[in-house]
């Protein structure tokens, strides 16, 4: 029996990370993810993990899941712990947890609060994880030299696009973008690449309370291509990388936004 590698996924319950979890099972991949979802009366819910597990089952991958707060130590320790014991190894990180602020508020008048939890779930959590794992994944590659191991961080179109009614988000997202370059020239020695997907207008739970807005904005041309972006495009983009197709472009962003990030007269 042929030993397949693992992926572990954050936030892929839904969206974009449900996506690329399943674009990993296909390309071969055992998935371990992470969620964090509340059902509409605050109480914990697991169904969206569930299903996606049974998705992720039924495309041939062992599976796990683990709910965990990405911006809690205790949690994401728990997660490379679980991904440790139910699979024995961790061949790519994908960086896929964030949220928007709870309310858009100008920055004018934007809140330390506000602020302080979209930085440690989009920032933090993700910089502190990708530490965990990149030593175990260094561990790995002097005990596996003929592995491969990569990462990949979830940015956006807003680590270089401005939008004051969400500071706190444009600022998080422009760090992970930071910490990509970081994480890229520092596991560079051991052969680990590091990457970036920037996804743009993705229809998900995320945008979807922007709808009408941005129906308009992209049919007036806002981006080349005239149409929202699906979670599938980003996870096509992401599985390219874990097919090792970029193995030599370590640090290298897939912007995945219909084109927008070119500049156009």
């Not at 839904?14 to 055992?30: K, M, S, T, V």
């Not at 009614?165 to 997202?173: D, L, V």
């Not at 743009?200 to 979807?208: E, K, N």
């Amino acid at each position: 029996m042929i030993e397949r590698p693992v992926a572990l996924v954050t936030g892929a319950s839904r969206g974009i990370g449900r996506a690329i979890a399943l674009e990993l099972a296909r390309l071969g991949y055992d998935v371990a993810i992470s969620h964090f979802d509340f059902a509409p009366d605050g109480k914990p819910d697991e169904s969206a993990a569930q299903q996606t597990l049974r998705d992720l089952a039924a495309a041939g991958a062992r599976c796990s899941a683990l709910r965990a707060d990405v911006s809690n130590p205790e949690d994401r320790r728990k997660l490379v712990d679980l991904t440790r014991s139910q699979f024995g190894r961790c061949d790519f990180l994908m960086n896929n947890a964030g949220v928007a602020p709870l309310k858009r508020t100008d920055i004018l008048e934007a809140t330390e609060e506000s602020f302080d939890r979209v930085l440690k779930i989009n920032l933090k959590g993700p910089y502190f994880l990708t530490q965990l794992v990149a030593n175990w994944m260094v561990q790995q590659r002097k005990e596996h030299p003929g592995r491969a191991f990569r990462i990949c961080n979830t940015a956006s179109m807003s680590s270089y696009t401005s939008s004051t009614g969400r500071g706190e988000y444009c600022i998080s997202k422009a760090g992970v973008s930071m910490a990509t370059m970081l994480w890229a020239d520092r596991l560079a020695e051991f052969n680990i690449g590091v990457f970036e997907v920037r996804p743009g207008i993705i229809a998900t739970d995320m945008t979807s309370t922007v709808k009408e807005k941005y129906d308009k904005l992209i049919a007036e041309g806002l981006t080349p291509t005239k149409r929202w972006g699906q979670a599938e495009d980003v996870a096509r983009a992401v599985g390219a990388i874990a097919e090792g197709r970029l193995d030599f472009s370590t640090g290298q962003v897939i912007n995945v936004d219909g084109g927008f990030h070119l500049r156009r007269l």
